[in-house]
């Protein structure tokens, strides 16, 4: 497999990703390229296809090219289809956009999730927090200020703590 035909196929997996409907177009052709392949063997072997919107058509061009077919379109409008001719370069490709696509479906699905629910405390019990009034909350922060920040900076001898009562601000 050339680096070229790598590159085309992880183009065109990369722009279907997250396009449920071209994705689906995509995958089907690859499929009906491959058993084409496999049952005509005949080297003019031509495939007309159904009339499509102009980016399907593009994503069609871009999967013709991977496998080595000649194509163009023709008609106008609404009309406006592909032709596809089986040529010496045509081949079924060592890689496909199915391959590739697997590996961004893996990325984006977590595998697993769990919901943790808090404790039922009854009204009143000082084992959760969200129940105390505004004024515990008011008392409790300086102990728990100091047993968060300073215990580890105090115990390393890093950091000399300050009485609580000064009102010196840090000077810069």
Not at 56 to 84: K, Q, T, Y
Request: glycine content about 4%.
């Amino acid at each position: 497999m050339s680096l070229t035909e790598f590159a085309m196929v992880e183009e065109l997996a990369f722009l279907i990703k997250d396009n449920l409907p071209c994705k689906h177009l995509v995958l089907s052709m690859e499929e009906a390229l491959i058993n084409f392949l496999q049952d005509d063997t005949r080297l003019d072997g031509e495939l007309e296809l159904e009339p499509m919107n102009p980016y399907n058509r593009l994503l069609i061009h871009r999967l013709a090219d991977i496998f080595g077919f000649s194509h163009h379109s023709v008609g106008e409008g609404d009309e406006r289809h592909l032709i596809l001719k089986r040529c010496s370069e045509t081949s079924i490709p060592s890689i496909f956009v199915s391959d590739l696509l697997w590996q961004y479906d893996d990325v984006q699905f977590p595998m697993n999730i769990v919901v943790l629910r808090r404790k039922e405390v009854q009204p009143g019990l000082r084992e959760n927090s969200a129940t105390e009034s505004s004024h515990e909350r008011k008392i409790t922060p300086p102990t728990s200020r100091e047993r968060i920040f300073f215990r580890d900076e105090c115990e390393t001898g890093l950091v000399k703590q300050r009485p609580q009562n000064d009102p010196m601000v840090a000077g810069r």
